[in-house]
């Protein structure tokens, strides 16, 4: 079931409930996730970061729950080059382009339920913040009976083009909203990539015997991780969360080769909704994706259908949040 109500600046707040005790609230500002509340040991917890209005979302910024578009991480020097031809796009993160230089995560998406699922649709016009190609992006979220988030992405284009889809959802599974360091996280990954100052990849480095070993679940501590972690693939969980006085417990699901941690390392003092404070630590993103900089690097040579779209051959990709109690 959907339900809808007004949510500010002309947004509406779509409520989906699974009959299965999970809701997702998600609003067509930003395609943004506003809460996700799954059941946990003391009943339901808001598993999400959020504000409580969409003029929060327009006022606070950092991405929240926002579905990340046209191309989700960072673009060393903001530019790329793309069958022979070199793009420059905007330097919002110091001399680097960050998702896509773009504002599509404080824009109005249009929307549609159909049946159990949202969709939400935005298009972009061709040399739109200076990617080429007319692109039209669409998100599907759908609740399963099993408490899973889907979150199905596609993008059609009318010439090549890059496209790296994702969302910005930061998780929290306590009850008071204090930081993340001990909740429990296994990802699914022998490499990471380590960065420069400027958080620009420069080379892929083995996990074993760092503190980026999360091949066991383990607390995440006090390192400030924002690293892509390249994930070996498979069928099963490539990470997971947990939060042990909660109980909550999170599996993610994903055909993206790679996924982003990032534990709110540059995240601002702010209020957020129930009156947490947001800041250092107080969340986790896990954001599926093509590594950071990919066209840009010949060693991601062989992912290029991963992050184009051509006109003959759309764009697709699908994450899955799931959520039980341990």
Not at 23 to 36: P, S
């Amino acid at each position: 079931m959907i339900t809808t109500r007004p949510f500010g600046l002309g947004a509406t707040l779509f409520t989906l409930d699974n009959g299965n005790g999970m809701q997702a609230d998600i609003t067509d500002f930003g395609a943004t996730i506003v809460a996700l509340r799954v059941p946990s040991k003391n009943g339901t917890t808001d598993a999400a970061l959020g504000y409580e209005s969409a003029e929060g979302y327009r006022d606070g910024g950092n991405y929240l729950g926002a579905t990340v578009s046209r191309y989700g991480n960072r673009l060393g020097g903001a530019q790329f080059t793309l069958d022979g031809k070199t793009y420059h796009v905007p330097k919002n993160d110091g001399e680097n382009c960050l998702h896509g230089g773009s504002d599509y995560h404080v824009r109005l998406w249009q929307a549609e339920i159909r049946g159990e699922s949202l969709v939400l649709t935005m298009h972009s016009p061709d040399g739109d913040f200076g990617f080429p190609g007319a692109m039209t992006m669409q998100v599907v979220f759908l609740l399963d009976a099993q408490n899973g988030l889907h979150i199905d992405y596609t993008a059609t284009a009318d010439r090549t083009t890059l496209c790296n889809l994702t969302n910005h959802v930061y998780f929290n599974f306590t009850e008071n909203r204090e930081d993340v360091l001990a909740h429990e996280l296994f990802i699914n990954a022998d490499t990471y990539t380590a960065t420069d100052a400027e958080l620009i990849p420069t080379a892929d480095v083995p996990v074993a015997d760092t503190a980026f070993d999360f091949r066991t679940a383990r607390p995440i501590a006090d390192t400030i991780y924002d690293n892509n972690f390249n994930l070996r693939g498979g069928d099963g969980a490539q990470a997971t969360l947990y939060e042990k006085t909660t109980g909550v417990f999170m599996e993610v699901f994903t055909d993206r080769p790679g996924i982003q941690v990032y534990a709110s390392g540059m995240l601002p003092e702010q209020k957020g909704k129930h009156g947490a404070r947001h800041g250092l630590g107080a969340g986790l993103a896990l954001e599926t994706q093509v590594p950071p900089n990919a066209p840009n690097r010949k060693e991601c040579d062989a992912l290029r259908d991963l992050y184009t779209v051509e006109p003959e051959r759309p764009w697709k990709s699908t994450t899955i949040y799931r959520f039980s109690v341990k």
